[in-house]
């Protein structure tokens, strides 16, 4: 029987055909896309590495402190599944195609033990064209000296949607580090009323195609009224009109979210999964 070929970590030659397989699946790849534009190949600087079994074009996959099948056959996933388990355990979470990260954690799980919580079914949507729900005049991008009003919600929004707090480990330093670098990098947007923050959302990863939007949140208070969809609207205008693709991804039990980001025009492009990890 011939021996399983084992998935190798990608090196700078690999660098064109990697950003050929990004291209391909330019909404899907957006988060792992946005580092290799940026820092090409190399660990140091996409914080994490490129695996793959047989080269690129046939599979590949991003290791680092998330874990994202990109490309690859049931052979190639229990390929990185191997390479994976070699080594302690770097990833907090493993997000994907849910065809690829499903059976890929199948096999890690054997190792790796039990996930906090299995996400199996994430809409991931897209949209290219004008939102077709009135955006929100007042969401605007959030000033550094805003932070320290925008941070409470932003860490609302986290326990909302991962169950833990991110301030646990120490005591909130490196969120707070990561919520700042997100407004100081204009990513960060949120409507405030009397210096509450009613409506948030980032666009949390950016590539040349596609700008992918993440953590919207609507203040209690002010859910039901129309401020999700609106506001989202905003974030995707702005995405949009750079010339990229705004896109996000949602639980499919979240009905209230789904129909907001119907409103506003996002079509489903493909399924993702999301495994969170202890």
Known sequence: MLKLLGAKQLSSRDAAHVLRVLDADPVAACMVAARVEEGGIDPRMIHGELWSRGGPLESLCFSGANFVPLRGSIDDMRAFADRACRTPRMCSSLVGRAELTLPLWEMLEMDWGPAREVRPDQPLLALAST????????????????????????????????????????????????????????????????????????????????????????????????????????????????????????????????????????????????????
């Not at 929004?157 to 301030?167: A, K, L, N």
């Not at 646990?168 to 670098?181: C, E, I, K, M, Q």
């Not at 959302?201 to 203040?219: C, K, L, P, T």
Request: hydrophobic share 45%; proline share 4%; net charge positive.
């Open 131 to 278: 939102p077709q729900c009135r955006p929100d005049p007042l969401v605007r991008q959030v000033r550094m000296h805003e932070l320290e009003q925008y941070l409470p919600a932003a860490v609302a929004m986290f326990i909302e949607e991962v169950g833990i707090d991110p301030r646990a480990n120490d005591g909130g330093r490196g969120y707070r580090r990561r919520v700042a670098n997100l407004i100081a990098a204009g990513r960060a947007w949120a409507r405030f009323d009397d210096g509450q923050v009613v409506f948030k959302a980032e666009v949390g990863s950016v590539s040349s195609r596609v700008g992918q939007i993440q953590g919207v949140w609507v203040h209690p208070m002010y859910r039901g009224h129309g401020f999700g969809a609106a506001g989202t609207a905003t974030v995707a205008e702005a995405v949009i009109a750079e010339g990229r693709i705004a896109s996000l991804y949602v639980n499919s039990f979240n009905t209230v979210a789904r129909s907001a980001y119907a409103r506003v025009g996002f079509s489903q492009v493909a399924t993702f999964a999301t495994i969170l990890l202890d």
